[in-house]
């Protein structure tokens, strides 16, 4: 059985994961800033609070996360960052210089910065790593400080939203529209962008995005 402190600190542990201190995560989920000050967590006479059903629910849909993910992060241990994994990542403006990745669109080289990651059903994934969005190219899907997670292992499917990078360096994220045997056409998710076309001779790596913290 959790206690109030559990939750709290689950809380705490998820603002800090996506890169925010418990009043930004509760004022980025449309809550009051105060939310989750500490002084909201007893009750005028010290009794402890419960955060809302309803709280806890906006917070979990602007982060991406689970209810999953959120109980792998209240475990006992007073580490911020208990129950959380690192993994690597660069800006998308990094992302297409040389030295970042292998030929198969893995990290490799310097540079890489780490980001926490609570989803707990990646979480004993080798593959993964994040990129952290640059400009509006990609609104109103993602914006300008989103962290996207991909991986280039995943099974990549009609539909799904994957990040192409080309062998002349060019990093875009699109939709999967239809793929050939010698060529892949990709939906823009900003539509003031255009559509593009590309031969698989063209592309370098293909990777899924799995989850974005936003």
Known sequence: MFSHKDIWRGIDRLAASCGYS???LAKKAGLDPTSFNKSKRLS????????????LSKILSVTGATMSDFIGLIGENDNENSGL???????FAQAGKAGYFDEDGYPSGDGWDEVAFPNAEYQNSKSIFALQVNGDSMQP???????IVV???ERIRKGDRIIVKTKNGEVMAKELIRQSAGKISLKSLNPAFEDRSLTLDEVGWMARILWVSQ
Do not use: C, F, H
């Open 22 to 24: 418990a009043s930004g």
């Open 44 to 55: 005028p006479d010290g009794k402890p609070r419960w955060p809302s059903t309803e709280s």
């Open 85 to 91: 994994r690192t993994i690597p990542m660069v800006g």
């Open 141 to 147: 899907l993602y914006r300008n400080g989103d962290i």
């Open 151 to 153: 991986s280039p292992q």
